[in-house]
């Protein structure tokens, strides 16, 4: 995930707070100066709801590999954010010589979904965008 849409993503919650207080004042979402419009914000949410369900879905999806689930989901973020190493048995100390070759071949797919953005991923597997026009 790209900073940018943290920083959109807390302004966007304090806007929504600051609505619920004072519910008659009328406010711009800004971010340095620049007004955010609503389909931008609600892009950027799109994007992270749809970032941390693929993270979910895939978390489990290792699990299944025979990895402890602490093990799986830290695998899953090191390879989806593009980091350093994980945690528990693919750690720093650690290789993924654990995993089975189906579970690394899904983690260079999560490496994809990582460094592509996940929806552009997720629209090259709609059956939609591959029929004829």
């Known amino acids: 995930m790209m900073v940018i849409r943290s920083v959109l993503l807390w302004r966007m919650l304090r806007h929504r707070l600051e609505a619920t207080v004072c519910p008659d004042a009328v406010r711009a979402l800004d971010v340095d100066g620049h007004v955010v419009a609503d389909v931008a914000q609600r892009g950027c949410l799109l994007v992270v709801v749809a970032y941390f369900l693929c993270f979910g879905v895939c978390s489990l999806v290792m699990s299944l590999f025979g990895l402890p689930y602490d093990s799986a989901t830290s695998a ?42 996940v929806l552009t991923i997720l ?8 029929r004829a026009r």
């Open 76 to 117: 899953v973020a090191t390879c989806m954010s593009n980091t350093g190493p994980g945690l528990g048995l693919v750690g720093g100390a650690e290789t993924y010589s654990i995993v089975p070759p189906a579970g690394l071949l899904f983690l260079s797919f999560c490496m994809i979904l990582g460094r592509l953005e």
């Open 123 to 130: 629209v090259l597997l709609m059956p939609t965008f591959w």
